[in-house]
């Protein structure tokens, strides 16, 4: 059994041009708040956050020439993750990309493809892309898939890679992806969109690791994408003042506001900035 997300197209991704130890009687971190529904209901706030920027970043994956974009693109050599053309199977154009997630029996059988934006990094960057699931896709419970941003310190583009379960101390990496989950079944394939976040106040799993918080909706607003039709998913992090909880985290799904939070300490420096996805 294969599990195809069928395609994607990118139109474009655009910009707004020392770990810390807390003692033993400290008050908690912050966490950030859900502010959605605050935001949607002030329209200055709401055309702020969705203010246009200078887009840096387009794949319609119309030639080859585009996995030349990508420093790492995963399944390639196996045929997991291949161009497709034609308008039937592209949102826009005649060109997609298709990954194709092989049943492993819980084992890892990731594809993707992962670009570089520079070691200069950006403090605020908005993702689009287009993405629809195959009509067979079931992952089971949990896949990571949907796009990612990633902030990291330095200019190894590899930097932080391999670092599930582990917190972020502030001067080296955070990451969030929008991505869907089916919450041990409860909810059908492929289930709903939640952002699957990383940074260094996150909470601590149960089981004694740091995995992704799970940062959704309200409950009573998630969204359960259907398999076999395009979705526009796009989602911005804006980057934190070193020393201030004042960074963001928002999503959007074919073009209205889905979450929003605010309150992130995502960085303790400045070199840590959004350089890949």
């Keep these: 059994m294969t599990r195809d997300i069928l395609a994607i197209w990118i139109p474009a991704i655009a910009a707004l041009v020392g770990g810390s130890a807390v003692a033993a009687d400290s008050p908690p971190p912050p966490y950030p708040q859900l502010v959605t529904a605050e935001t949607r209901a002030d329209l200055k706030k709401l055309a702020a956050l969705q203010q246009p920027g200078e887009v840096f970043f387009r794949d319609g994956f119309e030639s080859a020439e585009s996995l030349k974009k990508y420093f790492e693109i995963r399944g390639l050599r196996e045929g997991h993750a291949r161009l497709t053309t034609g308008a039937e199977s592209a949102h826009k ?11 492993r029996d819980g084992r890892e059988s990731g594809v993707g493809a992962t670009a570089w934006f520079g070691p200069d990094g950006y403090d605020r960057v908005y993702f689009r892309r287009y993405l629809k699931f195959a009509a067979d896709y079931d992952q089971g419970n949990l896949n990571h898939v949907g796009g990612g941003l ?3 310190a330095g200019a190894n583009r590899w930097a932080a890679m391999g670092s599930a379960g582990i917190r972020p101390q502030g001067d080296d990496r955070f990451s969030s992806g929008l991505e869907p989950w089916r919450d041990w079944g409860r909810y059908p394939s492929p289930g709903y969109m939640f952002l699957y976040t990383y940074w260094m106040d996150m909470k601590r799993d149960r089981d004694g690791n740091y995995w ?23 989602h911005m992090i804006q980057v934190n003042d070193p020393g201030r909880a004042n960074g963001e985290l928002a999503a959007w799904i074919d073009g209205k506001l889905y979450i929003h939070y605010t309150g992130f300490r995502w960085r303790t420096t400045p070199d840590v900035k959004l350089k890949r996805f």
């Design 93 to 103: 154009g005649s060109g997609a990309i298709q990954f194709t997630a092989v049943a």
């Design 150 to 152: 990633t902030g990291v």
């Design 212 to 234: 992704g918080n799970m940062l959704g909706p309200a409950g009573d607003e998630r969204l359960v994408l259907q398999r076999g039709r395009w979705y526009c998913l796009e």
